[in-house]
């Protein structure tokens, strides 16, 4: 009889080990996730303003400085994902991460406790600032490595580790239980994204940065301790090797076999096929990656059980298959990255620190808070869509997801500009208004100007983002198989570290070109003094290019790929549309 790893792995983990997982070890692992999140995220709105106080960086500086850190925590997750999945395993990353985001955290509240892990501040018109030393940027520097690399291993890891403890094949329920996971997993992350932003906020807002940053290590304590009390229960299974390492395997058999002419008829025995595969030959688009598969000596590259010798120079027609899905959505997934970083506007805390933040007379608004404002438009448009609207579209177009992926994705693409218009409009109107007032050297002062102003377009992108993220990985899921539906998100993930990326390039490239000949800056730390209206416009105008970017792929999408599952209309699978909107968003 035929061994099947899967099979024995399987009983190995639910029969010798049948008191381990189950629905008793979720709550430990979303607890430690909410944890996590809720002090990652809480740190964030208020960290330029930190800076720039106690580090005595000006705000484009500043700004680099958080989107690389951002960028940082994108780029290990997937980093993270990847260890995970081929060496340490899940229990381990998670238990690393966890620990490591305690540190990083510890280490941050204890500058602001240790006055000689910062510089003295600055005098009153900041002639005389002090330098920061190597050992207080040293300090926060590690600080802000040790939180990336937590939240790079617990991320991308966390929610796997709570489907290998309901995982069960012979439970005919087990989809709807795994579904239900699901969602209650993504209901807790948002839950604590928006306490992150509303009450760790207000902490630090009203208590002072001691406290404010001493809440979130408090928080990591809880996480690392509810984690490691559930260590006992956990079922914890082995890696299995890593989606990225099989398409780097693909390219490299493909480079070593350059020589083969993938023009000449090769018949199905010539191809490798993994066991009970229903693939007898390699697709004709992006050919050269057929050479990975061809096999030229079944001696020397073929075991005698049938496998490949050497896999990173013969591949199957699986891979390659995968390696090109992948290469399809590339051009697609690039145009979302434009859209991310318009959503992250340099100084835009600034902004609404100079306006009247008022509800009530009592009470105020935390300026870092209003990031609220586009969670809950993109919570409230995706319940809308969902519920209202893809019923009613779905009777005109025959699409279970309303209108195709692509159209949402050109719509919020869309939105984005219109709310990047908005954005230079109110900075124009509020500018103005403070020059007018004789604030231009008090860069402090409230202007006789609501906060309101800004609602609009912090709403459009929320909307924005629904549309054209979610239809993003509607439209990667459209493609892979289902065993590869983390791989949209990890898409998502490394798109908002190239985004965070290219803002810090264009915030330093920025700066330094429009301060040079003793020129104010219009990142200018005094927004009444510089111009954050001219950037808004610049990034109108690259968001304009992108839209037209998107109708070129879109074009050679539709001309180039009319396979059924690639068209410009993907037939996007029923039974998951509903769970992944809420999934991507």
């Known amino acids: 009889m035929e061994n099947n790893p899967e099979k024995d792995e399987f009983l190995l983990n639910h029969s010798q080990n049948s008191t381990k997982g189950g629905l008793k070890t979720i709550p430990f692992i979303i607890v430690n996730e909410s944890c996590e999140r809720l002090a990652s995220f809480g740190l964030q709105p208020n960290m330029i303003i930190y800076i720039t106080k106690f580090y005595n960086m000006n705000a484009a500086r500043a700004s680099v400085l958080i989107n690389l850190w951002s960028a940082l925590s994108n780029v290990l997750s997937i980093l993270g994902a990847f260890i995970s999945d081929s060496y340490i395993g899940r229990f381990r990353a998670v238990a690393i991460g ?16 240790i006055p000689q892990l910062r510089p003295l501040p600055c005098g009153q018109y900041q002639h005389d600032c002090n330098g920061t030393t190597e050992a207080q940027l040293a300090a926060i520097l590690c600080s802000f490595g040790l939180i990336s690399i937590g939240a790079g291993f617990v991320r991308p890891c966390s929610i796997a580790l709570g489907a290998d403890q309901l995982e069960n094949k012979e439970n005919p329920d087990n989809k709807r239980l795994m579904d239900s996971y699901f969602n209650c997993f993504y209901a807790s992350v948002g839950i604590s994204i928006v306490l992150a932003v509303t009450v760790i906020v207000y902490i630090q807002d009203h208590f002072g940065w001691q406290v404010g940053f001493g809440v979130p290590a408090l928080l990591m304590v809880l996480s690392v301790s509810v984690f490691l009390i559930g260590s006992p229960h956990y079922i914890k299974a ?13 390219a490299m058999a493909a480079f070593r076999k350059r020589h083969i002419n993938v023009q000449l008829n090769y018949n199905d025995d010539c191809y490798y096929k993994a066991s009970e595969s229903k693939l007898l030959e390699p697709s004709t688009n992006f050919r050269c990656l057929n050479r990975a598969c061809i096999i030229e000596d079944p001696h020397m590259e073929l075991k005698p059980d049938g496998k490949a010798s ?36 340099p100084l835009s805390i600034y902004q609404l620190l100079t306006v009247d933040r008022h509800i009530t007379p009592q009470f105020e608004i935390p300026a870092g808070s209003f990031g609220m404002i586009t969670v809950l438009s993109l919570t409230i448009w995706i319940a809308f869509y969902d519920r209202a609207l893809v019923p009613l579209l779905s009777r005109y177009t025959g699409l279970p997801t309303g209108i195709s992926s692509f159209s949402r994705m050109g719509i ?3 939105l984005s500009i219109v709310a990047t218009i908005l954005s230079a409009i109110t900075e124009t109107i509020r500018r103005n208004k403070a020059i007018n007032a004789g604030f231009e050297d008090d860069p402090n002062a409230v202007l006789n100007m609501s906060s309101m102003w800004f609602v609009p377009q912090l709403a459009l992108y929320g909307v924005a983002e629904g549309l054209n993220v979610v239809g993003q990985i509607e439209f990667i899921y459209s493609l892979f198989p289902k065993t590869m539906s983390s791989f949209a998100a990890a898409l998502y993930t490394f798109g908002l570290a190239l985004a965070n990326l290219i803002n810090s390039l264009l915030v330093s490239m920025v700066d330094s070109i429009t301060s040079t000949g003793g020129n104010t800056s219009w990142l200018a730390t005094n927004i009444n003094r510089g111009h954050l209206d001219y950037y808004c416009w610049l990034m109108t105008f690259l968001c304009v290019i992108n839209f037209l970017y998107f109708l070129a792929v879109c074009r050679f999408i539709d001309q180039h790929h009319h396979d ?3 068209s410009l209309f993907p037939k996007v699978e029923e039974e998951h549309s509903a769970n992944k909107r809420f999934q991507g968003a």
């Open 98 to 113: 966890t620990i490591s985001s305690l540190i990083g955290m510890i280490v941050l509240w204890l500058t602001t406790i």
């Open 412 to 414: 919020g693409l869309f």
């Open 310 to 345: 050497d896999p990173w120079s013969l591949c199957s027609v699986e891979q390659v298959k995968i390696m090109k899905y992948f290469l399809t959505v590339l051009p697609m997934w690039s145009t979302c990255i434009m859209l991310l970083v318009s959503f992250s506007q």
């Open 238 to 250: 082995k890696p299995k090797g890593s989606l990225f390492t099989e398409l780097c395997q693909v």
């Open 564 to 566: 059924g599952r690639s």
